[in-house]
């Protein structure tokens, strides 16, 4: 037999992330392992595309720092109309940090089973669901927190932080650590700066303006008047009293 002769009756190589089961047409059971070799506690989710055909006992898991945890899947290729259809499924396996302000927000993540591309952000592994008529090892290892962003946005004020955290962290100078304050421009500054059109003196309002002529002088009536009724032409003084009362009294 040659070497092309052995390539073609061999089967395919898995794939790189995946979940191997044994070829069989009863139900198979295998286990998934779940380290997490940080130093921060992570939450994580499984969710199958083929739910009908693999089930997850316990979807859900809390994995502590340094820590790991398991769950058990069982897939059954009879709730599939075709069985060569599961090796275009698989299980997505989904990690976030683990936070006392962010619990609110995880409890909604988890009770969310629909798979969106909002999700992904936080996906972990995608481990395609592989059957094998050779050896399946009954447990498949995978480490935290794989392809996941562990990138938390904050959900109120920090009042408290770790000082070892912000070692390197420096305060801020001031906005005003570089800047001088300017000197005040006095009057003569702002003249020098103006244009002569405006720095000039206003006009006077005598420059623009005549002396009225006096009426008494080229009125004839007045003159006809004075004829008839003659005066001294000084003016007459009105006699009224130099104070008033109000209203109601005298």
């Given at each position: 037999m040659g070497i092309l002769d052995f390539v073609k009756i061999s089967p395919p190589a898995p794939p790189k992330h995946c979940m191997v089961f044994p070829y069989s047409s009863r139900p198979q059971t295998r286990r998934l392992v779940v380290r997490n070799a940080t130093t921060k506690a992570?939450?994580?989710?499984?969710?199958?595309?083929?739910?009908?055909?693999l089930h997850v006992d316990n979807s859900s898991l809390v994995v502590q720092p340094n820590?790991?945890?398991?769950?058990?899947?069982?897939?059954?290729?009879?709730?599939?109309?075709?069985?060569?259809?599961?090796?275009?499924?698989s299980l997505l396996v989904f990690c976030r940090l683990k936070s006392k302000s962010h619990e609110a927000l995880l409890k909604e993540w988890m009770d969310n089973t629909e798979v969106s591309k909002d999700n992904f952000t936080h996906l972990a592994y995608n481990?395609?669901?592989?059957?094998?008529?050779?050896?399946?090892?009954?447990?498949?290892?995978?480490?935290?927190?794989?392809?996941?962003?562990?990138?938390?946005?904050?959900?109120?004020?920090?009042?408290?932080?770790?000082?070892?955290?912000?070692?390197d962290?420096?305060?801020?100078?001031?906005?005003?650590?570089?800047?001088?304050?300017?000197?005040?421009?006095?009057?003569?500054?702002?003249?020098?700066?103006?244009?002569?059109?405006?720095?000039?003196?206003?006009?006077?309002?005598?420059?623009?303006?005549?002396?009225?002529?006096?009426?008494?002088?080229?009125?004839?009536?007045?003159?006809?008047?004075?004829r008839i009724y003659p005066g001294s032409g000084e003016p007459v003084e009105k006699n009224?009293?130099?104070s008033y009362f109000p209203c109601g009294q005298s």
């Open positions: 992570m939450v994580v989710k499984m969710l199958p595309t083929c739910p009908q055909a820590e790991w945890n398991s769950t058990t899947m069982t897939l059954d290729p009879k709730k599939v109309k075709n069985s060569d259809d599961m090796n275009n499924h481990l395609k669901i592989y059957r094998s008529r050779d050896f399946a090892a009954p447990d498949t290892v995978v480490d935290l927190p794989g392809a996941s962003e562990l990138l938390e946005a904050p959900q109120g004020v920090i009042t408290l932080y770790d000082p070892q955290e912000f070692v962290c420096l305060t801020a100078r001031n906005v005003e650590s570089e800047t001088a304050t300017a000197n005040e421009l006095s009057e003569t500054d702002l003249n020098a700066c103006c244009p002569d059109s405006m720095a000039k003196t206003a006009h006077s309002i005598d420059e623009g303006t005549r002396t009225a002529r006096k009426i008494g002088n080229s009125c004839f009536l007045v003159n006809a008047l004075d009224l009293p130099k």
